[in-house]
């Protein structure tokens, strides 16, 4: 495998968390949402990953990079809210909330952000390593 091909792969794999720390904050910006665009209330998104084959463009055929699948909604009953003063409360005074938990947020959160620092060493210890390469011969 090719130093230029680990950067590839590590550069899919950066665009997929950024999209999965985009996904996330979109949860937790909801979190306390009763209705969402559609009306109805907002449901917990989650980003699906896929491998892709980074064998095209000269790199070594197996090599595999990351991509965002799709992003799906997580399953699981809305929160009930006892709030009777709420127009959007039904006839029990009850209000459906999202389905967001904002502490699997969080570590959603955190697991995306140590996963793209992670990708961002392995591009700067390659690009020494290509450094490093270029003065072997001088």
């Known amino acids: 495998m090719s130093l230029f091909s680990t950067l590839d792969i590590a550069s899919s ?20 949402s ?18 892709q084959p980074m064998g095209n463009g000269g790199g ?7 991509r965002v699948a799709g992003v799906v909604e997580k399953p699981g009953a809305m929160k ?3 709030q009777p003063g709420n127009p959007l409360a039904n006839k029990e005074g ?8 904002p502490v699997d947020e969080m570590v959603n959160m955190i697991s995306a ?13 390659t690009k020494t390593l290509l450094l490093k390469t270029l003065t072997l011969g001088a």
Not at 60 to 66: F, I, L, M, R, S
Not at 94 to 101: E, H, R, T
Request: charge should be positive.
């Open 113 to 125: 952000s140590r996963a793209y620092q992670a990708n961002v060493n392995v591009m700067n210890t």
């Open 13 to 32: 794999a950066l665009s997929a968390q950024s999209y999965r720390l985009n996904v996330v904050a979109s949860n937790l910006a909801n979190a306390d």
């Open 94 to 101: 009850y209000v459906s909330m999202p389905n967001v938990n």
């Open 34 to 51: 009763a209705t969402s665009s559609t009306g109805q209330p907002y449901r917990a998104r989650e980003v699906v990953f896929a491998a």
């Open 60 to 66: 070594p055929a197996g090599a595999e990079g990351v």
């Open 80 to 82: 009930l809210v006892y």
